[in-house]
């Protein structure tokens, strides 16, 4: 088994303000990825990698930057901090997307909150 | 693009009896796979129950099957022996091919004693 720990579980921040939240899985798995769900509006993509220094933007990439130094870890910026920006932010891992119907695993999350 | 619509925003069902969820979802692809995720009150996300749209089988584990029917491009999922413990919000999910997860709202599901 395996588990993926997201820090920090809660983050203030100020408008404006550049934040970061990171990731780490021991499943060794393939890809990663970065989801934002907000209250009524489910999952939804941020960017994902499928490697260790690969990035792949989502569906909702604007405003973030992500990083993918090691395999293992997945880092995600808030550029520039919005108050309409607060909401759970969900890493997940797979085995990778050459696998036929991978599962995802998730962490437990890191809720944003910004004043 | 893919799309994936669950209507029901909550269910209330009493423990021990069989409550479905729906969901339809729309794609251009012929192959893809459905999944449905469970998502407890600590915020853990967690992986139920996959079907293949080449089977016509539904899939079914432990007390989760799915009723996929193709024509309609819907794939519910159907617990039976409710628990309190299932109590939870349920996502449908669709990947066509090596694409990647498009997530619907979710489902909550209340399970009372």
């Known amino acids: 088994g395996g588990i993926i720990t997201q820090t920090p579980k809660f983050l203030i921040g100020q408008e404006g303000q550049k934040l970061t939240l990171k990731c780490q899985q021991n499943?060794?798995?393939?890809?990663m990825y970065w989801y934002r769900q907000d209250s009524g509006k489910g999952l939804r993509l941020i960017y994902y990698s499928i490697t260790e220094n690969d990035l792949q933007k989502g569906d909702l990439s604007e405003g973030y930057d992500a990083s993918r130094e090691k395999k293992s870890s997945f880092s995600l910026t808030v550029t520039s901090a919005q108050k309409n920006e607060m909401a759970v932010f969900l890493c997940?891992?797979?085995?990778?997307?050459?696998?036929?119907?991978?599962?995802?695993?998730f962490g437990s999350g890191t809720r944003l909150t910004v004043l | 693009a893919q799309k994936v619509t669950q209507t029901q925003t909550s269910i209330s069902v009493m423990e021990k009896t069989t409550v479905t969820m729906d969901c339809v979802y729309e794609?251009?692809?012929?192959?893809?796979?459905l999944f449905w995720y469970k998502q407890t009150a600590s915020g853990e996300i967690v992986f139920l129950i996959r079907?293949?749209?080449?089977?016509?089988e539904n899939a079914t584990v432990g007390h989760y099957s799915l009723n996929f029917q193709k024509p309609k491009s819907s794939i519910g999922l159907i617990i039976t022996a409710t628990q309190i413990e299932d109590s939870a919000v349920y996502f449908c999910a669709i990947r066509p091919g090596y694409n990647k997860l498009t997530f619907g709202k979710g489902t909550v599901l209340l399970v009372s004693p």
């Open positions: 794609t251009q692809d012929s192959s893809y796979f």
């Open positions: 079907q293949d749209s080449y089977k016509k």
């Open positions: 997940a891992s797979s085995l990778g997307l050459g696998s036929s119907a991978e599962t995802l695993y």
């Open positions: 499943f060794n798995h393939d890809t």
